[in-house]
């Protein structure tokens, strides 16, 4: 009995996981090569950054009306994720039709202990998706700061 009762845990677990697996491929998050540019003595790397939804079905999913960079990180500490100063900002629901994608444009930063060589990295972005029902806004703060759901880039080297 305790045997068959393991194996049910263990096919739930499983059916459990394989099922949100597959949920986050229907979503891509592709980056391209991006340009420096200099702007107020500093130098940017902007980084276009392309969400797609590759499913049947609209996507729905948090963002914030000023700091929306927040969503998203880097795998090397060697650049920064630049964001936002913003006066007014508050969660807001972003929607993405099948089949189709969002470029945004994410600058990024050197720190300053980085040199001029090489750097590869991806970066990633937490997926939060919003309830269904449009009744209901159900954006927690303090999941976003968890980012549980990242979806991470292809790597690239600039």
């Known amino acids: 009995m305790k045997s068959i009762f393991k194996t049910l845990i263990i ?11 597959l949920k986050n491929e229907y979503y891509k998050l592709i980056i391209k090569e991006g340009k420096w540019v200099k ?55 972003l929607i993405l039709a099948p089949k189709q994608s969002t470029t945004v444009k994410i600058r990024l930063v050197k720190t300053k202990s980085t040199d001029v060589s090489l750097i590869k990295f991806r970066i990633g972005f937490n997926l939060m998706q919003a309830n ?5 806004f159900d954006y927690n703060e303090e999941e976003q700061r968890k980012k549980k759901n990242v979806i991470w880039s292809n790597e690239i080297s600039m």
């Open 39 to 93: 702007e107020n003595k500093q130098t940017y790397l902007i980084i276009p950054t392309t969400l797609t939804n590759n499913s049947n079905d609209t996507l729905k999913y948090y963002s914030m009306s000023c700091s929306w960079q927040e969503f998203y990180s880097i795998d090397n500490d060697r650049l920064q994720i630049v964001r936002n100063d913003c006066l007014k900002n508050a969660p807001i629901i």
């Open 132 to 136: 269904n029902s449009n009744k209901k």
């Open 11 to 21: 096919i739930i677990i499983v059916i459990g996981l394989s099922s949100f697996m």
